[in-house]
């Protein structure tokens, strides 16, 4: 079927849904060490859903000099910096072992966070980003400090005699009470899934023998701890915010065949979000927007090794009703960490509590999935906006540290992690964030290998005896290179992104012209057999932009390409560290000053014809009321200065 969504402006943005999408069989792990993918049938429908592309392995990736492995520096420099003992402080203590270091602070053991109960979250992401480093950069040191936590872990499930290990304060008790329906105070399921998931990921992406026996012990822990709980009773539970323990469990049941694990799985998943979703109903409005998408993500998982297309379906519009009309122009979404009614659009476009990071890194691995069954450039338009404006964009580029929210006050700033007091949810996955780059750049089937991002970089394609070295400035300029190096002449099939915000694009083979597209929002086929040192130069045309929500047509974010431009005002009444803090509760009153942004005027659907080019690439200027001149940069480049990202404009004087 198709589906037309209004976006910006007059324009129409039209995505395919297709009605019987394959799946994604190895997820992001495909050819990965240590991973054994189970033969069953499906109980469901009796075969599981075929991906039509596959991932390339982190491995075979690599990046070159630019922002991404400038951000991926940074991150691995502060990876290294931080203690794994510290981080084991609460683990060790409730399984009656002394610490061996002193615990972080923040959310990992300040008391003002203890209604959250979030203490151990930090390693789960720790493990994740380290797993990810050391498949990306094979630098042995992050396999060295996964293989130690792990056997820390081990030591803490011998000692106290239990496949659960937890840092919260009050131990396991607080997951007893959870599991008999006491009322709590925290999301026990929430915090132990993010070890969970760094297990999972040590064991898939650095080859941890030490980090799957301690998960397969903590996954039967769980099959035994719930196996009393009725499903009404399960289904209650599952109010309380529990990250992606579907996505979790259905992964190991694809690692191991232990059909346990599906069924666990399956009690996972929130009936109360998957029903309406999979019949086309949208109720998010007041939902907290982070405890949903994981559930979303392993809905996609479910659906995946057990063939039952209420997943496929709930997913599937989802992402459609989130990316496509929820989303601000960075791609992030919801106030205050909770989707709002877009007809109340104005109402909190200019919150300092937009776009909570977290949710950006969660749409993206939703959308990474979604594209790898069902390869849509509409998918890949959506992960390459979010990934600059909201992945890159909530990085310092000077000091590593991440944001939580990136909202759009006017004349806000964006706000940074501490390095050892704040550990936000954001803080962790901001650890995964900037070591997985490589993961969404190339795909594959058996005969073409897809370019979906304009990034420097280079893969291998080991069963072809190829590599692919693209040599590009994008978003400085709307051109990338591409260059092979053959063992010998081999025919593939290139399919290059035409990204629906490019007009046309032509494809150059040696230098020569051989395709012009008119079809924005697709791919462009080169299929030929490639010789060693042949080169394809994409060329894509770039213009400023308007996008605004249909609720609220006058008020308007600038783009150009992908990229959002936002208004810059220096830093004039901010102090000194002004963007460093602590609390993310601290969100909104930092820097409350009054602040009244230029004034902008002129019709929503022509102002971006008075947007001018500045002196560098990327930077631009427009006139205000007052004739002044506004500096308009890219939004991923703001690192300190106060900002603008969407503005409120008014019809000019007659």
Known sequence: MTIEIRRTGATRRRFLASSGAGGLVAGMFAGMPGVVFAAQPSATTGLRPKAALQPFDLADVELSEGPFLHAQRKTIAYLMSLSPDRMLHNFRVNAGLKPKAPVYGGWESDAQWADINCHGHTLGHYLSACALAYRSTREPQF????????????????????????????????????????????????????????????????????????????????????????????????????????ETFADLFVMTGNPAYREMAERFSHKAILEPLALGRDRLDGMHANTQVP??????????????????DAAAFFWKTVALTRSFATGGHGDNEHFFPMADFE???????????????????????????????????????????????????????????????????????????????????????????????????????????????????????AVLRQVTTFPDSPTTTLRWTLRRPTELTLQLRHPRWSKTATVLVNGVETVRSNAAGSYVKVARTWRDGDTVELRLAMEVATDHAPAAPDVVAFTYGPIVLAGVFGTKGLAKDADIIVSERKYGEYNDAPFTPPTLTGLPDTIAARVRPGAAPLEFTIASEDQSAVRLVPYHRVAHDRYATYWKVRPAAV
């Open 295 to 312: 559930k979303i993500i392993g809905f996609q998982r479910v659906y995946e090794v057990t063939g039952n297309p209420q997943y496929r």
């Open 347 to 465: 109402q909190h476009v200019f919150s300092p509590k937009g776009s909570e990071t977290c949710c950006q890194h969660n749409m993206l691995k939703l959308t990474r999935a979604l594209f790898l069954q069902n390869p849509q450039a509409d998918y890949a338009d959506y992960y390459e906006r979010t990934l600059y404006n909201g992945i890159l964009a909530s990085q310092d580029p000077d000091s590593g540290m991440v944001t939580y929210f990136q909202g759009a006050r006017p004349g806000y700033m964006k706000l940074y992690h501490t390095p050892e007091h704040s550990f936000w949810c954001c803080t962790g996955t901001g650890m995964e964030n900037h070591v997985k780059y490589r993961d969404s750049i190339y795909f594959h089937d058996d005969r073409a290998l897809y370019v979906n991002l304009f990034v420097p970089s280079s893969v291998t394609w080991r069963e072809k005896g």
């Open 143 to 246: 396999k060295q400090r996964i293989d130690y936590i792990a056997g820390e872990l081990a030591a803490c499930q011998d000692a106290a005699k239990t496949g659960l290990v937890c840092a919260f304060p009050d131990g396991a008790a607080l997951v007893a009470a959870h599991l008999r329906g006491d009322k709590i105070t925290g999301v026990p399921w929430y915090t132990l899934h993010k070890v969970y998931a760094g297990l999972r990921d040590a064991t898939l992406l650095a080859d941890s023998a030490a980090s799957k026996a301690v998960l397969i012990r903590m996954a039967d822990w769980a099959v035994v701890a719930t196996r009393p709980l009725t499903a009404a009773q399960f289904e209650t539970m599952l109010d309380t915010e529990h990250g992606g323990m579907n």
